[in-house]
């Protein structure tokens, strides 16, 4: 009776390592498998972050010319409501003609700020162009095929992998 109680602990021992070692090859699988996809997401990481990065630094550029350019705005709503002053003042002619010498000094002011934010615009035109086509360029030379084409590779590698754990699972 001992030798079969032996006889049946060791085959439950045999039974118990048979299924560690199972367990252990999966594990290393497991391992694998995360280890390779970890891989290919810092590879994909790497390779589009800096063209990102480029495309959006190149739009801070024309959010900083437009910024100049509404402060351009800005004199130029302030030489109109100088403009406007001059005009109520129409109602004393006889002033105003005292008064002819300043104002003409604000209009050739407003005429330069007319002048500045024509080229201000001119160049928000060209830059704001061609920032986002700059962009828009950086963001297409992204290469989708060739990242699509290693995930597709990745989950034709893997699948099998996930078969052949399942056969010990």
């Given at each position: 009776m001992e030798n079969r109680t032996e006889a049946s602990s060791r085959e439950l021992?045999?039974?118990?390592?048979?299924?560690?070692?199972k367990a252990l090859r999966h594990s290393r699988i497991v391992t694998?498998?995360?280890?390779?996809?970890?891989?290919?997401l810092v590879v994909a990481v790497l390779t589009a972050v800096p063209q990102v990065t480029a495309a959006l630094e190149r739009?801070?550029?024309?959010?900083?010319?437009?910024?100049?350019?509404?402060?351009?705005?800005?004199?130029?709503?302030?030489a109109l409501s100088t403009v406007e002053g001059a005009v109520g003042n129409l109602n004393g002619l006889p002033d105003m003609f005292s008064s002819f010498d300043s104002t003409m000094g604000q209009l050739d002011g407003l005429i330069e700020n007319a002048e500045a934010l024509s080229e201000a615009a001119a160049r928000?035109?060209?830059?704001?162009?061609?920032?986002?086509?700059s962009g828009i360029?950086?963001?297409?030379?992204?290469?989708?095929?060739?990242?699509?084409?290693?995930?597709?590779?990745?989950?034709?590698?893997?699948?099998?992998?996930?078969q052949f754990a399942n056969l010990f699972g």
């Open positions: 021992l045999e039974t118990l390592v048979k299924g560690q070692r694998v498998l995360c280890l390779l996809l970890a891989a290919l739009l801070d550029g024309a959010f900083t010319e437009l910024e100049g350019a509404m402060g351009t705005l800005d004199r130029l709503d302030a928000l035109g060209e830059m704001d162009i061609e920032s986002l086509n360029r950086d963001i297409s030379q992204i290469d989708f095929e060739t990242l699509n084409q290693a995930i597709k590779d990745l989950a034709d590698v893997v699948q099998p992998l996930a």
